[in-house]
């Protein structure tokens, strides 16, 4: 990891405001749910288990929650301290400390049928991202889907928040082209590529013009997903 998050997890959440609040509302839940949104959209069955690998503090989870009630939603990190507040706000979601990709086959012993990804390889060693793809693969049922969001590096007002902020110093931003190659080389299948949050503001119109934009490359954000 190229921050120390147990250092941070207390003010984790401040930063992140204070860093989109030079360009946007600094209400960060609108950027944890929307997420959450799209994964419920592209999903055709209701996931029995869910994990978000990297959940940090549990801001998305909450969501999970909302979007996805009959679901069991799991939460791992490598941050203790995170995770105490993600428990503390999040009581129904089952949370553990994973420190090596070997720890995930230690501690989950069923499959996962979604695996959500937001904002978290850009943390971790480039050498290692292959083989914590690997791992997490091996986690995922059959026809079990993964979805992975990163900050775009072709949107200049997301590059300059990235560069500018104390969360992400010393980590690199990742293109879209190699989010792909990482899940095509740990065998994935159906592999998809879409750009979004063109727009801070939230609402069945934004949304619907996101969409319809999802293949140009100007969104703050972008994820890739396919299956197993």
């Not at 801001?59 to 909302?66: D, E, I, S, T």
């Not at 190659?181 to 740990?186: D, G, P, S, V, Y």
């Not at 065998?187 to 319809?212: A, C, D, G, H, I």
């Amino acid at each position: 990891m190229n921050t120390s998050f147990d250092d941070i997890a207390k003010s984790y959440d401040k930063a992140l405001e204070d860093s989109l609040g030079k360009f946007c509302n600094k209400d960060i839940s609108l950027f944890a749910e929307y997420k959450v949104k799209i994964v419920a959209s592209k999903l055709s069955q209701t996931p029995a288990n869910i994990l978000e690998f990297g959940c940090g503090t549990g801001r998305n989870n909450l969501f999970m929650k909302k979007w996805f009630p009959e679901s069991n939603i799991y939460g791992c990190d490598i941050s203790e301290k995170s995770l105490e507040i993600a428990m503390n706000t999040n009581p129904d979601v089952k949370y553990d400390n994973i420190i090596t990709p070997e720890d995930l086959f230690a501690q989950y012993k069923k499959p996962f049928d979604c695996i959500f990804i937001s904002n978290v390889l850009h943390h971790i060693p480039f050498d290692e991202h292959q083989t914590w793809i690997a791992a997490l693969y091996k986690i995922l049922s059959n026809e079990g889907s993964i979805f992975v969001f990163e900050h775009n590096p072709y949107n200049p007002i997301t590059k300059y928040i990235f560069n500018t902020s104390d969360i992400d110093k010393g980590a690199v931003m990742l293109k879209p082209s190699y989010c792909h190659n990482l899940l095509k080389n740990a065998n994935f299948t159906k592999l998809k590529r879409e750009y979004t949050l063109f727009f801070p503001w939230r609402n069945s119109f934004f949304e619907f013009v996101e969409q319809m934009f999802c293949w140009l490359p100007l969104g703050a954000q972008y994820f890739v997903w396919g299956r197993k």
